[in-house]
């Protein structure tokens, strides 16, 4: 299941979106144009063993590590559902707003990592837990919206209008069967806990700031 896009889109522009794919794309280029690129990502990812609460400056990498990625496919499939979902909730919070809660979903999304990871020297890298963020504020905006979905049948390919909830649901339960029920063996590196806790961070960050009474009746939000 292949979510394509919204088929309800807002007014506005969503400039910060689209250059946030840039920026991941360019950090991309960095990592794989490096010398060394193990050190590369040593030096911007968050690694657990090297954050401390008390101490400020190893707190850089909790901005800095949503911006590395793992390989080709981590990369493409991020900004793929950063690409379908964000434009409309930068065009409902506007883009100051959806660039501080994109960022502030993605520490949250590395604080529950970080409390959920047993292998102290593992890095922490990825845009996921800040896009799950934005799944999380979609869930709360746009649970209604249908999104053209590709579902494979075979070799057939079959396009289908899905709400937004019902895909959003499907995509939390898979993360929450991940963190909470797959073997070590199944996990594959995958930082289930971040995108758990920014999705959490995205509903909270939504109930927040959605429009209520007269004001929701007048907008596009539900």
Known sequence: ??????QKRLPGLAAVTYLLIAINVYVFYLELSAIDIEAFIAKFALIP???????????????????????????????????????????????ARFLIYYLSAGIAA????LLF???????????SGAIAGILGAYFVYFAHHKISTLIPLGFI????????GLI??????????????ASPSELGGVAFFAHIGGFLAGVVLAIATRP???IAKHTSFV
């Open 49 to 95: 063993s090297q954050f401390l609460l008390s101490n400020p400056a190893s707190w850089p990498p909790l901005i800095t590590s949503q911006f590395l990625h793992g390989g080709w496919f981590h990369l493409i499939t991020n900004l793929w559902f950063l690409a379908v979902f964000g434009p409309n909730m930068e065009r409902a919070w506007g883009s």
């Open 157 to 164: 390919p079959f396009f289908i209008g899905i709400p937004a």
């Open 168 to 181: 959003l649901i499907y995509w939390f339960g898979l993360q929450i069967f991940g963190g909470f029920y």
């Open 1 to 6: 299941m292949l979510p394509l896009q919204d």
């Open 212 to 214: 209520r009474g007269d």
């Open 110 to 113: 590395a604080f529950l990592q």
């Open 117 to 127: 990871t047993t292998q102290a020297d593992i890095a922490i890298l990825g845009a």
